[in-house]
């Protein structure tokens, strides 16, 4: 096997000699299966996806395709979706970019991996599609669309079944708050959007799949579609559904107070489960998936990608990366070993969970894949204007201070109209 090597990082200029070998301005693909091959591959690197760990992961490839070298890049603080572009113009793309999604600007620049079924048939593949081609594969799913909750709290609150719809998610706020818990833990960093957008997205989505496309084009409006979701979160907050030091709490610190039994309820993505399982003597914990209002069939289900890859267009070695890929999002023990690291879940593929990991795992294989749905500023072609996400969290952090739902209302929809298309 050709040794393999890793960059510690690719800051502007650092170690230009070996950025520059093994990529070209011209599209090739046609190598023998003889013939040398180095991939560079841009990864997300993080505590739990280190250098070491994302070189063991490739290492059973290199090891069934001795003359396939994978070189990890590693984008140090500057991260990937910013690395992405500044090594394009510079000439030093890398053959393979993980960790960030297709876009409609980017599509040019990528490979298209429509002629493979483990492209086309893998996780989300629809939802990232882009004019129905598909130039990402991943390896399985962040669900979002999820309320945690004390077990504790609702046994004290005299709450038997989880809600069912937002009616009963209301009905189970009131019970908990008179039992003496601080119903829902949020907090004052880019976790501010969270609860609302777990409320609202499950029925405005599942009422109109087009939503994001309505948006953009001005067919409807925020106030129209999510006024009555604002409206509602407005009332939750002034009832004193939320903890009141919700703009001073920091995301570590959330997820600690509700890990300890501090609040009983907790809107967070289901990488949740992975610092459940480490933590200590945690409260007793189960997830329901957000409830959508009466009427509607099919609730959507806010969910990304896990671990998304795509080939650079300019890339010299296209079909040693499409079979890197295609064992990447494929074979069972490196889909496993990406799934568990980081808690994410695909059907029919389990890991050594918890019982709360089980439970998400129930709800991914409960949930078709047309109810889907973005969240924040979206993906694919269901994408809202650049800075939504940014902005939605802004205006929910001015709900939790005190500003009236109709002011919040009329501040998105001026956004919106000053940004969209």
């Known amino acids: 096997m050709i040794t393999r090597r890793t960059l510690t990082a690719i800051g502007a200029g650092a170690a230009a000699v070996t950025l520059l070998a093994g990529c070209s301005s011209a599209a090739s693909g046609g190598e023998s299966q003889d013939e040398d091959v180095q991939l560079r591959m841009l990864v997300?690197?993080?505590?739990?996806?280190?250098?070491?760990w994302w070189n063991e992961l490739v290492a059973p490839f290199e090891e069934a395709n001795p003359n396939i070298d994978v070189v990890i890049d590693n984008p140090g603080a500057e991260g990937v979706a910013a690395a992405v572009p500044r090594l394009l113009a510079a000439g030093q793309a890398p053959d393979?970019?993980?960790s960030q999604a297709p876009t409609p600007d980017l599509a040019e620049e990528l490979v298209d991996l429509s002629e493979y079924d483990w492209a086309s048939n893998g996780p989300l593949a629809d939802q990232y599609s882009i004019d129905g081609k598909y130039y990402m594969a991943g390896v399985g799913v962040q669900l979002q669309s999820l309320w945690f909750y004390n077990k504790d709290a609702f046994a004290a609150a005299g709450i038997t079944e989880v809600p069912a719809t937002v009616d009963e998610l209301e009905d189970a706020l009131g019970k908990l708050k008179d039992a003496g818990w601080t119903p829902i833990q949020t907090g004052g960093d880019w976790m501010s959007s969270g609860a609302l957008q777990t409320l609202a997205l499950p029925s405005?989505?599942?009422?109109?799949p087009e939503w994001f496309a309505d948006m953009n084009s001005g067919a409807t409006t925020f106030s129209e579609s999510y006024g009555d979701y604002t409206a509602m979160y407005a009332d939750w907050?002034?009832?004193g559904y939320t903890n009141a030091d919700a703009l001073?709490?920091?995301?570590?610190?959330?997820?600690?107070?509700?890990?300890s039994g501090k609040a009983a309820l907790y809107p967070m993505g289901s990488w949740f489960a992975?610092?459940?399982?480490?933590?200590?003597?945690?409260?007793?914990i189960g997830v329901f998936r957000g409830p959508a209002v009466d009427g509607v069939a099919d609730p959507a289900m806010g969910a990304n990608i896990a671990s998304p890859y795509m080939i650079m267009k300019v890339s010299e070695h296209q079909d040693a990366a499409a079979k890197l890929l295609e064992f990447l999002t494929t074979d069972e023990d490196a889909v496993l070993d990406q799934l568990q690291v980081d808690g994410n879940y695909?059907?029919?593929y389990?890991?050594?969970?918890?019982?709360?990991?089980?439970?998400l795992l129930a709800i991914v294989s409960d949930t078709p894949a047309s109810a889907y749905t973005p969240t924040g500023g979206g993906y694919g072609e269901r994408k809202l204007p650049d800075g939504y996400a940014g902005e939605i969290n802004t205006q929910t952090q001015a709900l939790l201070g005190g500003t009236s739902a109709a002011d919040v209302d009329a501040a998105m929809d001026a956004w919106f109209e000053a940004n969209a298309d």
């Not at 405005?204 to 109109?208: L, W």
């Not at 001073?248 to 890990?259: H, R, S, T």
């Open 248 to 259: 001073g709490v920091k995301y570590p610190d959330a997820e600690q107070a509700f890990l």
């Open 350 to 359: 389990e890991y050594d969970m918890t019982a709360l990991g089980k439970e």
């Open 44 to 52: 997300n690197v993080t505590p739990n996806l280190t250098e070491e």
């Open 237 to 239: 907050i002034a009832e």
């Open 274 to 284: 992975g610092t459940e399982a480490k933590a200590e003597n945690p409260a007793p």
């Open 346 to 348: 695909r059907d029919g």
């Open 204 to 208: 405005i989505v599942g009422e109109n």
């Open 96 to 98: 393979i970019v993980q």
